[in-house]
């Protein structure tokens, strides 16, 4: 709650008012997030335990969690298939959105999570324009805890974007904006395309990605390194939906032809940049 406070940009709250506000706010963020309902329940029952005194005083969060409860069902994201994932990141490069189009190859590639794929920046990254080889050290994971991980993929067209990007870069990160913007843009983008009722999430792009590279014959070994899984049975079952939920989706007609435009638009733009 404190980490994404700070990724906000907003300060602490000071009154139980604005703390009851700020949670809501938080407890929207993981629902849109397709994080677990669990992270809720603990960060309300966390803040209750060490601090009593407000259990009675944040009753918009409080109403928040019970809303998640009623309508929650164990549910994966949809994975993004990797024609949509082209097509959204036309969409971006068209708009001159190079650091989110950028984003948005190296998640797929690398089945990042949202919000590595937020706090990615050129000091955590190596690239090779020659070769396509991309190093990102990722800090404090899901899974890591407290220690850095990193992930490598061989992408040439990434990497020239990552040309592109680092020679219009003003700032270290390779965009500038937050989770909730992120959500916001891609969210936008889908719209643009026709591709709303799909129900494709920030966390669809991860799941896609493992579940395209799965469908591609990697073996199970690799992706369980690139996908940093720690439960086995959990990557197997995850990957085995994934791929199964990838073949079988089904895209809207009228959809159909903006994805494939997008698509084909920004494979010419990427040969030309490599």
């Known amino acids: 709650y404190f980490v994404w406070l700070e990724h906000e940009a907003m300060p602490v709250p000071k009154t139980t008012r604005k703390l009851d506000d700020s949670l809501a706010d938080y407890l929207e963020h993981l629902f849109l997030d397709d994080r677990p309902i669990a992270y809720a329940g603990h960060t309300l029952s966390a803040l209750k335990r060490f601090h009593p005194r407000i259990r009675w005083k944040i009753p918009l969060a409080k109403q928040y969690f019970s809303n998640w409860k009623q309508i929650y069902v164990t549910r994966q994201a949809v994975p993004m298939p990797v024609e949509v994932l082209m097509a959204v990141a036309g969409v971006a490069a068209s708009c001159k959105e190079w650091g989110f189009c950028t984003l948005l190859l190296l998640g797929y590639a690398a089945f990042l999570r949202t919000s590595e794929m937020v706090d990615l920046s050129f000091r955590r990254l190596y690239w090779n324009s020659e070769t396509g080889q991309i190093i990102m050290a990722l800090p404090a994971t899901k899974t ?8 490598e993929v061989t992408d040439s067209y990434a990497a020239a974007l990552l040309n592109k990007v680092s020679s219009q870069k003003s700032r270290d990160k390779l965009w500038p904006g937050t989770t909730r913007l992120f959500r916001r843009q891609l969210a936008m983008y889908l719209d643009f395309l026709g591709l709303s009722s799909v ?4 966390y669809s792009i991860r799941r896609g990605g493992a579940s395209y590279a799965f469908s591609q014959g990697y073996t199970f070994d690799t992706l369980l390194v690139m996908g940093r899984w720690q439960s086995i049975k959990t990557a197997r079952i995850y990957l085995d939906s994934g791929r199964s939920s990838l073949i079988q989706l089904q895209l ?6 903006p994805v494939q435009h997008f698509g084909h638009q920004l494979s010419v733009i990427l040969k030309q940049l490599r």
């Not at 890591?144 to 992930?151: A, G, L, N, P, Q």
């Open 144 to 151: 890591s805890r407290v220690k850095d991980e990193s992930v």
């Open 199 to 202: 129900g494709f999430t920030p």
């Open 252 to 257: 809207p007609h009228h959809a159909q032809a």
